[in-house]
């Protein structure tokens, strides 16, 4: 009998949450997709010193500062990504700017402009971006003009539904970090069929689905494979390597959870999403107004530790 990763790959398209190359060569995903976590943890592994190498040394030679030398490596992970699956590639957007609108947009456009030089089309790459109200703004314009986006840190369906109408290619809702919330806020566990960030990104999908909306549903951050297994015939699931390995060596019948054929059934009322409705959705919802913010803090402070990492290496090369 095939694996489940092997079942679950038939129902939907798995993509590598890494920038362990060796792991994506491994598991043989579709996609797949960093932050600026994954790149601060891969740049300290001797098997990719050489990309960390290369940037320091553009960055004396073209006298950049920190911070562009780091979008220089996101970017360089990426196209050695790109190397080894057949479709896409997310790179985020600065974290620091997930409130500015321009700001975003202008960074988008560099990494685009990065990866074109190194002959990376367009096509291969997914923007990553926060769900903020000003990040998703941003989607709406990079969408226009066909850079396609990923809105990262999906905690609630009014994200969800400002980034399907901003355009959004794909969103990421977080699985395990709402149900990380319950858990710590209500002092229980639960099942996969009562996981609330299995049942968020359940209600998202069948939104979507009932309502004819191509942005793409890609489920993310897996606390166990219960998760994943309830989640089997989303869009996309993007899987850490431990998760990939567990599914791998797991026997056993896999069966389709989410069916857009049946979602017209699950979904709720549709909702016309304006700022103030975006906004006071948000509010009304704890869970995801702390997530949301918790999630920009952490990605804030591993983009400011890659900065002094790079920072550090300048004043030793001096």
């Known amino acids: 009998m095939p694996s489940k990763l092997d079942q679950l790959k038939t129902l939907t398209v798995v993509v590598a ?8 060569r491994a598991f043989e995903p579709v996609d797949a997709t960093t932050n600026p976590s994954l790149i601060l943890k891969a740049a300290g592994m001797p098997a990719y010193a050489r990309f960390l190498d290369e940037a320091i040394e553009w960055g004396r030679s073209h006298h950049h ?15 050695e990504l790109a190397t080894i699956v057949p479709g896409r590639v997310s790179t985020e957007v600065d974290a ?27 096509s291969r790459v997914l923007i990553k971006i926060a769900g903020t109200w000003e990040g998703i703004r941003a989607v709406e314009i990079l969408q226009k003009e066909g850079i396609d986006c990923n809105v990262t840190l999906i905690f609630n369906l009014a994200q969800a539904i400002a980034a399907a109408e901003a355009g959004a290619f794909l969103i990421s809702p977080f699985v395990g970090r709402i149900m990380d919330w319950h858990k710590d806020k209500e002092g229980k566990t639960f099942t996969p069929e009562t996981d609330p960030g299995v049942l968020s990104v359940r209600q ?13 549903v890609m489920g993310a951050s897996f606390r166990n494979v ?8 989303c869009d996309r699931l993007t899987i850490s390597p431990a998760l990939l390995k567990e599914l791998a060596e797991t026997q056993g019948t896999l069966q389709r959870k989410l069916d857009p054929g049946k979602a017209a ?6 909702i016309e999403m304006d700022e103030k409705t975006f906004r006071l959705m948000l509010n009304m919802d704890a869970m995801a107004t702390e997530k949301l913010a918790d999630g920009i803090r952490q990605f804030s402070r591993d983009l400011q530790s890659l900065r002094e ?3 550090n290496r300048l004043q030793e090369a001096a």
């Open 265 to 270: 059934a699950l979904a709720p009322a549709k």
């Open 226 to 233: 219960g998760e994943i297994e309830a989640l089997a015939g």
């Open 65 to 79: 500062v920190s911070s562009e030398i780091v979008d220089r490596l996101a970017v360089s992970f990426g196209v």
């Open 204 to 216: 998202i999908y069948a939104y979507y689905k009932a309502y004819g909306i191509k942005t793409i």
């Open 17 to 24: 949450d890494t920038g362990d190359m060796d792991t994506i």
């Open 96 to 122: 620091d700017l997930s409130f500015d609108t321009e700001g975003t947009v202008a960074k988008a456009r560099a990494i685009i402009a990065d990866y074109a030089n190194r002959g990376i089309d367009q």
């Open 309 to 311: 990492l790079v920072s």
